[in-house]
């Protein structure tokens, strides 16, 4: 297996990841949101495991695995039943439309690329798309940060930002494992507390909108 | 060695002032030990001035900044400044003495004076900048924590808070200023800026901001605004030092900058500060004839003070940047000489105001009156100091505005156009603000000190304790004694200002001592020495001939009632009557000065009363617009305040990816 084929798989992999990135906005339904993130997830954790493969960096399995449990399987699941539990409607609400978002992703796309290609003209091919890839990610988690109303669909921006970083760690070389774990348990540690945060939220004021939540700040005058 | 030990005391003495506690005596022994201080600092500044010109050895203390120990050197401009501050602060702690007793909150005042005067000198000795401004600091919030001493009174908060706001931009100004003459490498000792080379743009900046920084301290319009307001709040004696003193700190920062370090100022630039000092010093004495308060008129007129001096330095620098240097010379000799002199006059009547204050509890001229009676020793020496502050020969001030009038008729040889239509005109402005001035005194003594009580407080006047007595009259002599020698003083000048232009000069170089002869025998001189002997002369002639030829027969007639039978005291002329003319004839166009009569309606037996409005052009034009910006735009930041989550998270977002896209676009390039 060449040099060439190894590349390819890795783009597509990463391509991959930025497409889910690219549905998640597009999602209207809540469940599919969270369906879209765990496909998310499994196509960064495929990422880390090639990365693995061709770099033969056996640590980048741990990462692959920590993806694959914790951010395609564990982190769905919980926000699953955490929608189930709390009874949220089940409507993704959107502070710009659908289309407009996708056109604004496509643009910070470009961006991304623009920017990327040039700074790294030096490095590894490899690493150059991967990176320009994953800050297409990132971006594109913000996007979904900003142009969602519900807290749940922030809470999957937020964690879909994650991913891009990860996908940008795994990318480069020489990235210690410990960076990866540590982000991987802060991101699960964002998840129990943004958990526990809605039970209480939602005991005090019965709702999750953030618009309703407005109204309770206390330095409102 | 004197210095350096006068300097320690003074911080050991703050923190000796905080442990004072509430017996007298600590205060009383704080403030002489103060005056010990100063003395030994003003002995350290006159064995300096009394060496031939030349610099002291440089000290470097490891202290400050960790890659920068700190620099001090006295050379002849610290050491007279040193001698003007010194003269002062000493007066004013042996004034302190006696006063601190009547002060509501002693405690509030001791720690902080010692700090106070310790900054003043620190900014006369630094060597580098950073000392500089640290040492401006110490100054600045020292003198802000005085004035902040009768904190209760809400109009003293808002001074204070207009003077900090002052202070730091000034400071502020000043920083960037250093910072410019520094350049790139931070060189910020004083020799390394003077051997620096400034380009055309920064070497402009630098005297702007000069300009700004040390005018703002100094009080030059329109950046005077705190004076008024802080000078007043403090307690006397700090009010005097201030007024005094502080301001002369400020100017021997501008001309630190603009004759040592900075070296080759345009011409342009004197003609700019001689126009500011000439507006400055109309403006100034404009206003004090408005005032009704006996400390913010005296504040006022150190406006007025401060820009006949800064004509003298704008002068200055307009000759020495034209390579008149000669006549550059006599100039700053005529404003320095300015800056002793008031120094020394306002420290008088700021003190004398403080006695006034003591006695009566009242600052408002309408109900002072008739004190020299009952104040006989400061009502002599506020007497002379308001003789000296009208320029009236033979007088310290009077030779101070003499050489600049001298220096001024010099102008039109300047090769600018510019140069020879200005100067006269700032020659006529510094004219009309000679004999406002002297209006403005009269009106000041006149109300305050003469005339029948105004008030209860003004007859039950009582004498102050000795030392505030003493150390007036010691000002007074001062006044009389400086105006005595003029030769003298203007060849101690001479020395300071030789290093600063380049060229040995000596006022009295064509006729000799005792005849100052700015420019040529032929075209003025003065002597004050053979004046005051002649006066002298004349007073024993005349005490001789009526004692001789006069009668002592005991005769006994009415006296004088200057038309009034049976008057009461609210007849007599008042501040507001004296300051009527004036006010109509110069300040309906500046300061829309506009008087009404509220008639009551028939029926209603309220009294008729005559209203005055006067609109201050500079605070409600500049200020008050600065002010309303500020909320202006205050406002706008607030609504930040109030954003949801999603609006917070989408600013960071654009502010993300505006800065991606400069980077892209950068990169293109």
Known sequence: MGAQISYDIAHLIGATVLMAGFQLLYQRRLFAVLNTFAFQALALAAAAAWQANIQHAPHLYVTAGIALVFKAIIVPIALHWLVEQLGIHKNVETAMSIGWTMMAGVALVALSILLVLPVTAGAAALTRESLALAMSVVLLGLLMMITRRNAVTQVVGFMALENGLILAAVSAKGMPLVVEISVAFSVLVAMTLFGIFFFRIRERFDTLELADLETHRGDRQ | ?669
């Not at chain 2, 706001?165 to 003077?194: K, Q």
């Not at chain 2, 004090?288 to 004509?311: F, H, M, P, R």
């Not at chain 2, 930040?640 to 400069?662: D, G, H, K, S």
């Open chain 2, 1 to 669: 060695m004197l210095i350096a030990a006068a300097l320690s005391a003074l911080l050991a003495l703050a923190v000796l002032g905080v442990a004072t506690g509430a017996e007298m005596w600590r205060h009383r022994l704080v403030y002489l030990c103060c005056m010990i201080a100063s003395l030994a600092l003003l002995a350290g500044g006159i064995k300096h001035l009394g060496q031939t010109p030349g610099t002291g050895p440089a000290i470097i203390l490891p202290i400050g900044l960790p890659w920068m120990a700190a620099h001090f050197r006295l050379d002849n401009l610290s050491a007279l400044f040193m001698v003007v501050v010194n003269l002062a602060t000493a007066a004013a702690s042996a004034y302190g003495i006696g006063y601190c007793s009547h002060l509501p909150e002693p405690r509030r005042v001791t720690p902080f004076y010692p700090l106070f005067l310790f900054g003043m000198n620190a900014v006369l000795i630094a060597d580098d900048a950073f000392m500089f401004l640290v040492a401006w600091e110490f100054m600045s919030l020292s003198s802000w924590l005085l004035v902040l001493a009768d904190h209760k009174n809400a109009e003293n908060r808002h001074a204070a808070f207009v003077y900090l706001v002052m202070a730091c931009f000034g400071t502020f100004c000043l920083l960037t200023c250093f910072g410019l003459m520094a350049g790139g490498e931070g060189a910020y000792s004083f020799p390394a800026m003077r051997a620096a080379k400034l380009d055309g743009v920064s070497g402009f900046l630098v005297v702007l901001l000069a300009l700004l920084g040390a005018g703002s301290k100094a009080g030059l319009v329109p950046l005077h605004a705190w004076l008024p307001l802080a000078h007043p709040a403090a307690p006397s004696h700090v009010s005097a030092l201030m007024s005094g003193v502080m301001t002369k700190v400020a100017l021997y920062g501008l001309i630190r900058i603009l004759f040592d370090l900075h070296g080759e100022v345009n011409w342009a630039w004197g003609a700019v500060i001689m126009v500011v000092g000439g507006i400055t010093a109309v403006l100034g004495v404009l206003y004090a004839i408005l005032q009704d308060d006996l400390k913010k008129l005296l504040a006022y007129s150190t406006v007025e003070n401060i820009g006949v001096a800064v004509i003298g330095l704008g002068l200055a620098i307009a000759f020495k940047g034209s390579g008149e240097k000669t006549l550059a010379a006599l100039a700053l000799v005529a404003g320095l000489y300015h800056i002793v002199n008031h120094s020394i006059f306002k420290t008088l009547w700021f003190l004398s105001a403080g006695a006034v204050i003591t006695a009566t509890g009242e600052r408002d001229l309408g109900k002072l009156g008739g004190l020299t009676k009952r104040m006989p020793w400061n009502g002599v020496a506020a007497l002379v100091g308001a003789i000296a502050i009208s320029a009236l020969p033979p007088l310290n001030g009077f030779v101070s505005e003499w050489l600049i009038f001298q220096s001024l008729f010099k102008g039109p040889s300047l090769p600018h156009w510019a140069m020879k239509f200005g100067v006269p005109v700032v020659g006529a402005m510094l004219a009309l603000a000679a004999a406002l001035a002297a209006a403005c005194f009269v009106r000041a003594y006149g109300i305050a000190f003469l005339g029948r009580p105004r008030s209860r407080a003004a007859a039950e006047a009582h004498q102050v304790p000795v030392s505030m007595r003493l150390t007036v009259a010691f000002l007074a002599v001062m006044c009389v004694v400086l105006g005595a020698i003029p030769v003298t003083i203007t060849d101690a000048l001479s020395h300071v200002v030789t290093p600063l232009t380049g060229v040995q000069f000596a006022v009295s170089a064509d006729l000799g001592w005792p005849w100052l002869s700015p420019v040529s025998s032929t075209r003025g001189s003065y002597s004050g020495t053979v004046l005051v002997m002649t006066g002298v002369g004349l007073c024993i002639i005349t005490l001789l001939l009526a004692r001789l030829l006069g009668t002592s027969r005991l005769r006994r007639a009415d006296a004088w009632d200057c038309g009034h039978k049976e008057s009461i005291p609210q007849s007599q002329y008042t501040g507001q009557s004296f300051a009527q003319p004036l006010r109509r004839v110069f300040c309906a166009s500046i300061f829309a000065a506009r008087e009404s009569v509220d008639m009551p309606d028939p029926g209603d037996n309220r009294p008729a009363e005559l209203k005055v409005r006067v609109i201050d052009p500079i605070w409600v034009g500049l200020y008050a617009g600065i002010g309303r910006g500020v909320d202006f735009i205050a406002d706008l930041v607030n609504r930040i305040q109030y954003l949801t989550v999603r609006r917070y998270l989408l600013m960071m977002f654009a502010t993300l990816v505006l800065m991606l896209l400069v980077v892209a676009v950068r990169q293109s390039q």
